[in-house]
């Protein structure tokens, strides 16, 4: 069976996958044909995936995939007419409104040969700096952090730094789930190094719950802590000095500001939220050990202050002279696969290609290479600011790749009706089921993963060839050929590319000359600058910098370790945080007695807006509906139920950046309350994958406004002021089979797709619209009362088969879902009726653990089993916790593949394990009463 090598399509972890065929010629394959399995062979990995990862065939299975160019009104057109459409239309909207009028939006699912031929088209043809990336919303400020501080977008670390730390820090990370390979090399090293993990983040994540300290911060106090840090470092004489003079500039100014915070560390941990036991335990800990690795996400990256955040963390490994040094320093965890490839050929409004500005000398030097004299001559709109110009008619047409911003930008209903308002707008898509692609003018197929080839850089600066396997169907492309199509159109020389592999050699030319003209630049490509096609095509994942070509495939490799920046001195930057004691993020946060702080991020098994993941069975059964996680004692305050259905609306807060009309969401959205204790009392925690593809409020991004970091320009996704109110459904439930999702009076609809097929979950404001819902007078409708909830069962049948299956209650409708949907087709009998009632009085057990398919009941049912066993043979004073743990997981498989579910499993079987052992003494007490009576 042969394999070809390629990479993940997810996280910045960047995983090496090996995929199989049946067919060794690899002709007209399908995916049937194949198995994938994670790359032993791959730095980052070393062959093991996540639960998404291993899943990525199943993603190929689209329910749309869109196969042709097609316009907004349906009809389908070649090529040639499309790319001729979009040629003209650009053109004349420069014509008549500049440059400026037009704009593109790219993503980090894109590959870098896309992203350098897009960059080039904008950047050096149209003489505009109007392209952004999706990047900007995870990614921009580290990016502008270490600019500031390095003098140039480089993450000095690589991902063995987890193995050799001392101890390890994550900040805003929730890295279990986020980034769950490498989790498992952090839990690794703890175990062979004793090495000591920090997590940083006002939630108690599954990433929390495994760390050795976790420090529970206000929303926004990261920023003092680490300033405070960094005065703590030097009042103990901790910092290197030598280092210091030699390597940094502007320490003085910063550290006196810092000490200012660290003079009163009971003041300052009263600031940040902690205890200052826990306050002087992290500090000690930082100063007691040589190699402390930092290491953030989300959590800081979408803040207002992101950038400054970013910057004291790295202030504080200047401080100890660990910057490129083993087992220390910081570390940007990237998002999205090639989030670093784009930013490395300009994929910002903020830069050009391999890390240039806008100087006069980097805008020639490009305009001599490409042979043009429209080189943009400054910054772009960066994402926000795009939109809000595509809101404003300041854009006039508009070119979208691989991303879905109605769904993914803050305040959404503005976004979409930009878009719907703007004259023209190009989407370059794998499905025409997007939030996205619905409301665009020209719809383009572009080629997805399995079908287009080039190259991506993951987060430690490793680039990895994303290799095709299957043969594009229809006319799908990719997306530098479609881009090219159009150039070409325009009229513009050198877009005249064979493949993927001549436009790598000429960005790889670009940066051997960048290298040559500003040599303080660490970005460096010359030694694969002259690859002939089959070396590209056989490149081994590969670390930049790279000045040779006897650097190819190096590994492990750190930068800045000799203390040389790329600054104009050589030397890195202390940066001065600017602190206000109001900032809209900060642990000062006024909150009204009517609002909680949202916090939205990822969920375990999800990706983005769900376009790709969202029709994976196993992927869904965690979360089959929209969730919004709370403090019990939240309830109350709200008049909320657990299990109800809460509106979530964005609260007027003088705090925000704008809150005028024109920029603050006037939508909602709406999700299921959730109760869990280990949230903060005033904050609130939602998914941010949720959009109108799925479920009928869409997602989070509804009640998120806009404001953004004043110097990355990310938007600020964390802690935002939302008010929550009740919303009271007569009915509520599910339909199986036939569904009409424009039927009268639906309230709530999410779609979930099921192994073998496709359920949808229903609510009606108006009990009678929910009797009515798909009620024929052929319907066979009865009541089944469960306890004290009455159950509307309806049949819709057709031949005498059942063809729809209606379940509707005053109450939250509880059913195994696949069992249930299985009912579909089958005769409506007698026999029928009783499977079905038999079937729902079992109810149903909430999934754990996605990669095995286990769930709480399971686990349960083998930890009594465990505990049984162990008081029959050790007797009750023996028994061991860690030990039916263990033999739990290595029976059932949970959690022992890609890790990310241990926190689930084990807080299921510390349960189980408790009732169990309160029963066991409850009876053992009885025994004694019944002995002494």
Known sequence: MSAIQSSCAYCGVGCGVSVSSTKADWIDVDVAD???????????????????????LDSLAQPNVLRYPTLRSGMPLDWDKASTLIAETFAQ????????????????????????????????????????????????????????????????????????????????????????????????????????????????????????IHLAIKPGADLALFHGLLGYLADQNCVDHAYITAHTEGFDSVVSQAQKLSKNLAELANQVGIPVSELTEFYQLVAGHKKVLTASCQGVNQSTIGTDVTNAMINCHLALGQIGQPGSGFFSLTGQPNA??????????????????????????????????????????????????????????????????????????????????????????????????????VLLPAQGWSEKCGTVTNSERTITRQRGFITPKGEAKADWWAVSQVAQKMGFHGFYFDDSASIFNEFATLSARVKQQFPNKVFDLTGLASLSKGQYDALLPTQWPIASTSQIGQQGERVFSDGVFATASGKAEFVAPFITPLSVNSAELPLTHNTLLLNSGRSRDQWHTMTRTGHIASLRASIPEPVIHLHSSQLQKFSLTDGGLVRIQAAVNSNSVDSTAAHFPSAFTMARAVI????????????????????????????????????????????????????????????????????????????????????????????????????????????????????????????????????????????????????????????????????????????????????????????????????????????????????????LGCGRQCGSCHSEVKQCAKQSWQEALSYTEIEHQHAVEEDVA
């Open 93 to 212: 909207t420069i014509a008549d409104h500049g440059p400026d009028s037009v704009a593109l939006y790219l993503s980090g699912q894109l590959l870098t040969e896309d992203y350098y031929v897009a960059n080039k088209f904008a950047k050096g043809f149209l003489k505009t700096a109007n392209i952004d990336t999706n990047s900007r919303l995870c990614m921009s400020s580290a990016v502008s952090a270490m600019q500031r501080a390095f003098g140039e977008d480089v993450v000095p670390g690589c991902f063995d730094d987890l193995e050799q730390a001392e101890v390890i820090v994550l900040v805003g990370a929730n890295t279990a789930w986020t980034h769950p390979v490498l989790f498992q090399r952090i839990l690794a090293a703890k175990k062979t190094n004793n090495a000591r993990l920090v997590v940083i983040d006002p939630l108690s994540t599954a990433t929390a719950k495994q760390a050795d």
């Open 340 to 441: 670093m490839g784009g930013r490395e050929v300009g994929g910002l409004a903020t830069q050009l290609a391999c890390h240039m500005g806008f100087s006069d000398l980097e805008r020639q030097l490009l305009a001599d290479f490409w042979q043009t004299d429209s080189v943009a001559e400054q910054k772009g709109l960066a994402a926000v600011e795009m939109f809000d110009a595509l809101a404003e008619g300041k854009i006039k047409a508009i070119w979208i790749m691989g991303t879905n911003p109605v769904v993914s930008l803050p305040n959404s209903d503005k976004i979409a009706k930009a878009l719907a308002d703007c004259p023209f707008v190009v989407v370059s898509e794998i499905s025409p089921d997007s939030d996205t692609a619905k409301l665009a003018d």
């Open 34 to 56: 194949l198995t994938l399995i994670g790359d032993t062979n791959h730095p980052a990995n070393q062959g093991h995936l996540c639960a998404k990862g291993e899943r990525l």
């Open 676 to 891: 869990d204790d280990d949230m903060p009392i005033n904050m609130a925690s939602m998914s941010m994958h949720w959009s109108a593809q799925f479920s009928m409020t869409k997602g989070v991004n509804q009640a998120l406004d806009a404001r953004v970091d004043p110097v990355s320009k990310q938007p600020g996704f964390k802690c935002q002021p939302v008010t929550l109110s009740s919303v009271e459904l007569a009915l509520q439930g599910m339909v199986f089979g036939q569904h009409d999702p424009s039927a009268q009076g639906l309230h709530w609809q999410v779609a979930q797709t099921l192994e073998n097929g496709l359920c949808h979950h229903i609510g009606f404001m108006n009990a009678e619209d929910g009797f009515a819902y798909q009620a024929t007078q052929y319907s066979l409708k009865w009541t089944l009362t469960l306890g004290c909830q009455h159950l509307h069962i309806q049949c819709n049948m057709d031949k005498g088969l059942l063809k729809a299956l209606k379940l509707l209650s005053d109450t939250k409708v509880d059913v195994a879902l696949t069992q249930m949907n299985a009912f579909i087709g089958k005769p409506v009998d007698n026999q029928l009726i009783k499977q079905l009632h038999q079937q729902i009085k079992a109810g149903n057990s909430p999934l754990v653990c996605a990669c095995t398919a286990v769930t709480e009941d399971q686990i349960s049912e083998q930890m009594n089993d465990q505990f049984n066993d162990q008081v029959m043979s050790d007797g009750i004073a023996n028994i061991s916790f860690a030990q039916a743990l263990d033999n739990t997981q290595s029976l």
